[in-house]
């Protein structure tokens, strides 16, 4: 394998177009495009298609990011290593998964405490899909994977939960819609406005049959798959949203809205999950212990 063809063809993956890659690596689009031709020839595949003005990655070319990503990371690993000066402390590099559903006010909580220990870390998140990262899990590219849901018996990937705590639910709003719903809680929530996490959050999952059980029907308004996005919706009085009871106070003060209600038959659980049955690596001991002593009561 020609490395320069694979470090061009990354650099315009990442660049997203031959234009701005050019001006990274200061050489002309044409001679890119003739870079990125040989190195297709010698795949055997195309690894991009055009569409409009930019170049996207075709399924094959998406694989070959994959790797080149691991292969430049590894490189910049080993030449860290080789120039590390005798007696320095060298950074542990702590690679973590992150469930889209789960709310990042308390991704930064669970993943502060691994920033702290008396070993220098270096904190690489990756955010996305339960089942994508799940997979680069089982391929031991991350360390850790922080989600919402433990991972069912069912699926052939040898990992393992551990549950860092559990929180009922809180349902907040603007003061300006708190003036406009009739009735106490939950009543008040019958034909209001309602901003709900996307179908592949736990406590979503849990919403529908409650709202059943207690007879009522507000109006759906918003989906988020980014619960920061649906809290900032909900700041502007578009409608009602539920977040962790735990975080009460912070989402209170930072989407400077009010508490309208409570429940403990909508609970959120958070994992860790890891390839190890024991917890072994300090930063994923950090965060354990930090979890279960101070944010959570398990």
């Known amino acids: 394998m020609n490395f320069k063809h694979l470090r061009y063809f990354w650099v315009v993956a990442k660049a997203g177009g031959v234009m701005r890659a050019g001006e ?3 050489t002309t689009p044409q001679t890119l495009s003739g870079q990125i031709k040989l190195f297709e020839d010698w795949i ?3 690894l991009f298609r055009k569409v409009g003005r930019r170049l996207e990655l075709t399924e094959q070319g998406r694989v070959a990011l994959d790797y080149a990503e691991e292969i430049f990371a590894l490189g910049a690993e080993l030449e860290t ?5 005798r007696g320095e402390r060298r950074s542990l590099d702590f690679r973590v998964g992150v469930a889209d559903a789960v709310a990042k006010s308390v991704v930064y909580q669970l993943l502060e405490p691994a920033l702290d220990g008396a070993e220098p870390v270096r904190l690489i998140c990756h955010e996305g899909k339960y089942e994508d990262l799940l997979a680069q899990l089982a391929l031991h590219r991350l ?3 922080i989600a919402d849901e433990r991972v069912s018996p069912k699926v052939s990937v040898r990992a393992f939960n551990h549950l860092l705590g559990r929180s009922p639910m809180s349902f907040f709003c603007a003061e300006g819609l708190r003036e406009r719903l009739a009735g106490a809680f939950p009543q008040c929530l019958d034909n209001a406005p309602m901003l709900v996490q996307g179908p592949t959050a736990s406590v979503r999952r849990q919403l529908d049959p409650w709202l059943v059980r207690h007879r009522l029907r507000p109006r759906i308004v918003g989906e988020f798959d980014d619960t920061a996005l649906m809290n900032a919706f909900g700041r502007e ?3 009602v949203f539920m977040g962790p009871t735990v975080l ?3 989402i209170a003060a930072q989407y400077r809205v009010g508490v309208l209600g409570r429940s403990d038959e ?3 659980e958070f994992f860790a999950i890891s390839v190890e049955r024991r917890i072994s690596h300090p930063s994923v001991a950090a965060i354990t212990h930090a979890a279960r002593a101070k944010l959570f009561h398990v």
Do not use: I, M, T
């Open 24 to 26: 990274q690596l200061h």
């Open 44 to 46: 055997g595949h195309k």
């Open 143 to 145: 360390d850790l994977l």
């Open 237 to 239: 009085g578009r409608g």
């Open 248 to 250: 009460e106070a912070q």
């Open 266 to 268: 909508l609970v959120e």
């Open 81 to 85: 290593s080789v120039r590390h000066r």
